[in-house]
């Protein structure tokens, strides 16, 4: 069984995040980047499929600039077996659009049997780049599983839907995103650290997967940002507090 | 008027989906919408005129043994088919599991690009423009598609108004089932209890508790206030990762975004992440004990002292002044 897991890197959520404001993209100097949490879950659900079946091969696939190698090397910490870097400059702010083409080529290159990754990055939360890479590798699409087993004859889960779960299920080869119900990933050890640095990185330029090189189709027009919020009464509670409280409701009507 | 095709979804159950009234709205002020529907059996009466009186000028229903047995193929092969026979300026769908699925394969399918997550659009001389609430609202975000299909997926509860009423026109289609490169459904299980609180997302007024509560008994005091206000309930990561609450409850970037118009947050301390989903709210009130916990900074009104004694105190008070 061979299960390539999507990471992406972000801005670490716990920073306040900027976007450049000239060109509506992400400012990468404001906020420290990190592997996306929901993508280290995706990791750990292939790693436990691993420790339980050593005969599992997991692969990190990453697309970012050339310093996304840091998170490729944290996943390898932790314990996948290899990883894949798409970098090219031509992919600087590139939409859902080129960003899934690209994958679903590299994927298509590294091959695979399961294609595992997060249902919405914390930055762009448009969450649909794995759905985008299933129908352009006619594959059936697992997404936002709060549970999943995975098997030589198929993948089935739990689908998180808008009303209740849905039981689903799929034959291989699938892809399937996972929610922030799966478990939380583990911590790299020390040994997982020195080893990383051994296993292998294949890095992945466009011109190599073969696929178009034009610019994103999806144009940001206006970036604005919203004046910070002024903080207004604060009062330490003598007794009265939540009288007062209670009148500033009333009198703004929102009781 | 050009058309606009709008993804209605239909619960297992046979309910049109809450997003219906949004999404048409928004469908009518970029052109005409047209509704798209799929089902196993050609739509009742009923369904017709409740999307007529959504706005929907005309309904595409694809009729399909796949609906309900086929995870979200049969709604991108209907919408595939709608924009063959629409020649459409614009696709939306919501911004739900199902919906932005159903976006994402049809963009690839048909060539075209997803501008996700809207709250707001317009048409600029015909060019589809959709706005987007960055990082929990700390930024707008306006966006085109330059050449092909724009498809917006449109965030729930975040159009408001609703399209004038229509007498639709039904075109009946009926769809092969097609299970290849699928997923498919063995189950529906519906949500144990339907709570009587508002949904959090669209609630006028939400009470999120925080890890300031202790323990997941005292989260009865944040379900208190919200009854006594009639709002959701709503919690910081922290409770929900200390199991206070159903993770389906978390505000935040990781969770959910709201905007009600007064949010109250009871025992939070405030973290980026929590911000990130609550700060667009028209009205915040923080209790803490903590007189430096950053909510503060975003609270228009905040009390520093002990939730046990003030939020007991407030339910009285609140019931004094609304007898």
Do not use: C, W
Not at chain 1, 21 to 46: K, P, W, Y
Not at chain 2, 106 to 127: K, P
Not at chain 2, 185 to 206: C, H, K, Y
Not at chain 2, 257 to 276: E, K, N, T, W
């Amino acid at each position: 069984m061979k299960i390539v897991v999507l990471v992406k890197q972000v801005p670490d959520t716990a920073e306040e995040r900027k976007l450049d404001l000239a060109t509506g993209q992400l400012d990468r100097e404001a906020a420290d980047s990190v592997v996306d949490e929901i993508n280290e879950r995706a990791l750990e659900a292939a790693l436990r499929i691993k420790d339980a079946n050593k005969g599992t091969e997991v692969v990190a696939m990453i697309m970012g600039p050339d310093d996304a190698t840091q998170s490729l090397r944290k996943a390898l910490s932790m314990g996948a077996d290899s990883g894949v870097h798409i970098v090219d400059d031509s992919l600087d702010g590139a939409d859902t659009g080129r960003t899934a083409a690209t994958l679903a080529a590299a994927l298509k290159a590294t091959g695979f049997d399961v294609v595992m990754a997060g249902n919405e990055s914390t930055d762009g939360r448009a969450g649909v780049v794995p759905a985008m890479v299933a129908e352009h590798l006619q594959l059936p699409l697992l997404g936002s599983l709060i549970s999943a087993e995975i098997a030589d004859d198929g993948v089935r889960g739990v689908r998180q839907g808008e009303g209740g779960t849905l039981n689903v299920r799929a034959g291989l080869p699938a892809i399937i995103t996972v929610t922030e119900r799966f478990p939380e990933a583990r911590f790299p050890n020390f040994k997982g650290i020195l080893t990383a640095k051994r296993k292998p990185v294949t890095r992945l330029s466009v011109a190599e997967l073969g696929v178009p090189t034009g610019a994103s189709r999806t144009v940001v027009v206006s970036t604005v940002e919203r004046p910070p919020r002024a903080a207004g009464r604060k009062l330490i509670d003598d007794g009265t507090a939540a009288d007062e409280l209670a009148e500033f409701l009333v009198a703004n009507r929102l009781v | 008027m050009s058309n606009v095709l709008a993804l209605i979804e239909v619960s297992h159950r046979g309910e049109i989906a809450a997003s219906a009234r949004g999404l048409l709205a928004a469908a009518a002020t970029l052109g005409s919408p047209v509704a798209v529907v799929v089902s196993s059996a050609p739509l009742a009466d009923d369904d017709v005129a409740r999307l007529g009186e959504l706005g929907a000028a005309r309904i595409y229903s694809a009729v399909t043994a796949a609906a309900g047995t086929v995870l979200v193929a049969p709604a991108v092969d209907a919408l595939s088919g709608a924009v063959d026979a629409y020649g459409p300026a614009a696709v939306l769908t919501a911004n739900s599991v199902d919906g932005r699925e159903a976006a994402a394969r049809l963009a690839v399918r048909v060539g075209g690009s997803v501008l996700a997550d809207v709250v707001q659009v317009h048409s600029d001389n015909g060019t589809v423009v959709a706005q987007h609430s960055v990082f929990g609202g700390a930024y707008t975000v306006e966006s085109m598609v330059e050449g092909g299909l724009p498809l917006l997926t449109i965030r729930q509860g975040a159009i408001e108004g609703q399209a004038p009423a229509a007498t639709a026109d039904v075109d009946t289609v009926s769809l092969e089932a097609r299970t290849e490169g699928a997923a498919v459904i063995d189950q529906f299980n519906d949500d144990a209890a339907v709570s009587v609180r508002p949904e959090l997302r669209t609630a006028a007024t939400v009470v999120s508790g925080g890890r300031g509560l202790g323990s997941s008994e005292n989260f009865v005091l944040v379900e208190q206030l919200a009854d006594t206000l009639g709002a959701a309930i709503g919690a910081s990561r922290a409770a929900v990762d200390a199991g206070y609450i159903a993770q389906t409850a978390q505000v935040g970037q990781t969770g959910v975004s709201v905007s009600p118009q007064l949010y109250i947050a009871l025992g939070i301390s405030g973290a980026i992440q929590h911000r990130a989903g609550m700060q667009t709210a028209k009205t915040i009130v923080a209790i803490n004990k903590d007189e430096d916990a950053p909510i503060f900074e975003v609270a228009d009104f905040g009390i520093v002292g002990d939730i046990f004694t003030v939020v007991p105190k407030l339910i009285e008070a609140v019931k004094a002044r609304s007898n």
